[in-house]
């Protein structure tokens, strides 16, 4: 029997991490309102505030990652106030049309998920003073006549708090552990310039740590906001106002950082993905090592070694999808009515039932079956682009829009080193190989991600960028220096990657 929750004029089902288990859901970071790639980052950095040119592009770039999210997830869980804080989210709802009648659907059918953290209603009382609310009416309008589903940690009110401050407490004990993050790693995912810029990041990341754990020992909350105030934001600034000070010793870094652990533990506390947006730090910057999985209380990763990764990469060809990665198209045209009708098309039913089983089974020998892996994934994923770009053409009334060359890249993480393996039509897989096995030295064993990607070649193939990727793989490396080496030295005989980097959103979660 499902439970109702009335609150005034709104009625919802409350949904706790447990009604997902089985589906395909994921947080969007993009949706964050203070999420700016690296990129814009560095604009707002240089001119200490958000310019209009800037915010334009924020809003193209968070509107296409949201779309993307709920084309990649069976749901999405959204933070309630982005959903009428977010002009890329309530822009869809706020007239009458098509758009605001796919929302409602994707909302009643639990699509898209609000999260409310200690709030009884997906809607508030009266409109927060504090922050911009130009969707507001739109939303209460929305969710008085939409019967909705909302994810809380538990709807048990003492329980929920205790959960809630344990939310807070991991992301405390994150800031207070910036102290032992390494230099190289830094060096890689915060595409930093060479040791000695990791090094004086890592010197800052330090010195945040230090501070939060002088916080922490006088019993005062690490949130944040508070971060953002010492050590991103100008001095007496609102945060809401996103005036980052340049000035402040490797504020981008330490904002990227924080940003980062603020999404992914979230998605870790409802036990979904967190899909990280393009040139954005991915998940591996957090340097989550194996000892600190298991302090959360997760199960013992499967172990693997180099000869297994080696005929992992041998196996993979993606020959049968040959001719789908010769003209890949863009999504950068869908609507949310696009996005409704093709999440109700047989291809992207097939793609998700295929991305679900792999991600379910969960291993190296399903990742590399031709059938039901990487490459059925790959196939299944492009099909429903196809299907996307007919829809969005035959809506907008023009002829098929511009297409690029396609690839599939498969990542290998392994403490500090990645491993990039990318195919292209017509090409044999050619490598690349980021990081030193230097960080591996002395460790036992070390955490392995596995991810898989779909991306385009741009401008005559001299850079490549990846539409979307997801990490499949979650292992335990034992010996990691040892078998790394060997890894690398079957690498040195094989075709060298000429394409510059892409970094792609990518969809990772910290799974049992």
């Known amino acids: 029997m499902t439970v109702t ?45 958000v310019t209009k040119a800037i915010a334009e592009k924020r809003a193209r770039r968070s509107r296409r990652e949201y779309l993307r999210a709920l084309l990649a997830a069976e749901k999405i869980v959204v933070n309630r106030a982005y959903l009428y804080n977010n002009p890329e989210v309530y822009r869809d709802y706020q007239r009458e049309g098509p758009d605001r009648e796919a929302f409602r659907h994707l909302l009643r059918d639990g699509v898209i998920m609000p999260w409310l953290l200690g709030e009884p209603s997906p809607v508030p009382a009266q409109a927060p003073e504090f922050e911009t609310v130009d969707g507001f009416e739109a939303w209460r309008e929305m969710a008085e006549t939409t019967r909705m589903s909302c994810l809380r940690l538990s709807w048990d009110e003492a329980e929920n708090a205790a959960m809630s401050r344990d939310l807070g407490r991991e992301f405390g004990a994150f800031v207070n552990n910036l102290t032992q993050l390494e230099p ?38 690490v949130t944040r906001q ?52 393009g040139d954005s730090p991915r998940r591996t910057a957090l340097q989550e090592s194996l000892a600190a999985r298991r302090g959360r209380g997760r ?31 863009t999504l950068d045209h869908l609507s949310l009515s696009d996005v409704h009708a093709v999440r109700l098309e047989n291809e992207w039913a097939d793609y998700r039932d295929i991305f679900a089983g792999l991600v379910q089974r969960r291993s190296v020998e399903a990742f590399a079956d031709q059938d039901s892996g990487a490459q059925a994934v790959t196939g299944a994923y492009l099909s429903m682009l196809e299907r996307a770009e007919e829809i969005s053409t035959r809506r907008r009334g023009v002829e098929r829009v511009e297409r690029f060359a396609g690839l599939t ?104």
């Not at 288990?21 to 999420?35: E, S």
């Open 5 to 49: 929750i009335d609150d005034g004029n709104v009625s919802f089902t409350p949904a706790e991490a447990a009604d997902l288990r089985g589906a395909i859901t994921a947080v969007p970071q993009a949706l964050d309102n203070q999420w700016f790639d690296r990129e814009l980052l560095a604009g707002v950095l240089q001119s200490g505030e």
């Open 184 to 221: 190289d790693a830094l060096q890689r995912d915060l595409a930093l310039t060479d040791e000695e810029h990791a090094r004086s990041v890592l010197a800052r990341l330090r010195e945040v740590g230090r501070w939060a754990h002088d916080e922490l020992d006088a019993d005062r909350t």
């Open 226 to 277: 508070r971060l953002y105030e010492r050590f991103v934001v100008a001095d007496g600034t609102n945060v809401t106002d996103c005036r980052y000070d340049g000035a402040k010793p490797h504020a981008a870094e330490v904002k990227q950082l924080l940003d980062l652990k603020y999404a992914t533990n979230l998605a870790d506390a409802v036990d979904v993905f967190c899909i990280t947006p």
């Open 299 to 329: 199960a013992e990763l499967p172990s693997t070694d180099a000869d297994q990764l080696i005929t992992l990469l041998r196996n993979l060809a993606f020959q049968d999808i040959q001719g789908l990665l010769e003209a890949v198209p």
């Open 409 to 512: 890249e498969i990542g290998i993480d392994i403490g500090a080193i990645t491993i990039n393996a990318v195919f292209l039509r017509g090409h044999a897989p050619a490598f690349e190989v980021v990081g030193d096995t230097i960080g591996l030295a002395g460790a036992r064993s070390a955490r392995v991600a596995v991810r898989w990607g779909v991306g385009r070649i741009l401008g005559r193939r001299s850079r490549r960028r990846l539409d979307t990727t997801a990490q499949i793989l979650d292992l335990r490396l034992d010996d990691p220096k040892r078998e790394a080496r060997k890894l690398l030295d079957y690498l040195t005989d094989q075709t060298r990657l000429d394409t510059e980097p892409g970094n792609g959103p990518d969809m990772t979660d910290d799974s049992e």
